[in-house]
């Protein structure tokens, strides 16, 4: 039982190395190249740049609408009479410049914000596009 069972593992290591040898392309003897679909400083420089400009003349002026709608212009919520501890909460912080040279108000937190979001689609680009390059479809159906 012992010879049965070697001889069918020599025959099946026999197979193996047959169907190795066939499904190896002729091609494979030269150096695989990879190149980008997407060049990587365009990719997330571009991003960065088009979320910058939806953040600021898209989506700053929806949301000062929206704020106007809700609690009326120039209101900023309920406030309380008196020095109270959400009173020093509603000032500005003071390491933070909130004057803008913007005339709407797009200030460094709102850059920092969206160019975050910028970096953040420009790499996940670039992800979808390497796993393309490999030959795995990132987005299944």
């Known amino acids: ?13 026999r197979q193996a190395s047959q169907s190795r040898a066939v499904a190896r392309p002729a091609s494979s003897r030269q150096p695989l190249k990879t190149r980008a679909m997407i060049e990587a400083p365009v990719a997330i420089g571009g991003s960065t740049v088009a979320l910058l400009g939806l953040g600021r003349f898209v989506f700053l002026p929806y949301q000062r609408r929206r704020t106007d709608m809700e609690v009326g212009p120039g ?19 003071s390491f933070v410049e909130t004057k803008s040279k913007d005339p709407s108000g797009f200030g460094i937190i709102d850059v920092l914000g969206w160019g975050a979001l910028g970096h953040v689609f420009g790499y996940f680009l670039l992800a979808c596009s390497s796993l393309q390059d490999a030959g795995i479809d990132a987005f299944p159906r």
């Not at 039982?1 to 290591?13: R, T, V």
């Not at 309380?80 to 909460?89: P, V, Y």
Request: cysteine-free.
């Open 75 to 93: 209101k900023l919520g309920p406030k309380t009479t008196g020095d109270t501890f959400f009173d020093r909460l509603q000032k500005p912080a």
């Open 1 to 13: 039982m012992a010879l049965s069972s070697k001889a069918s593992i020599q025959q099946f290591s």
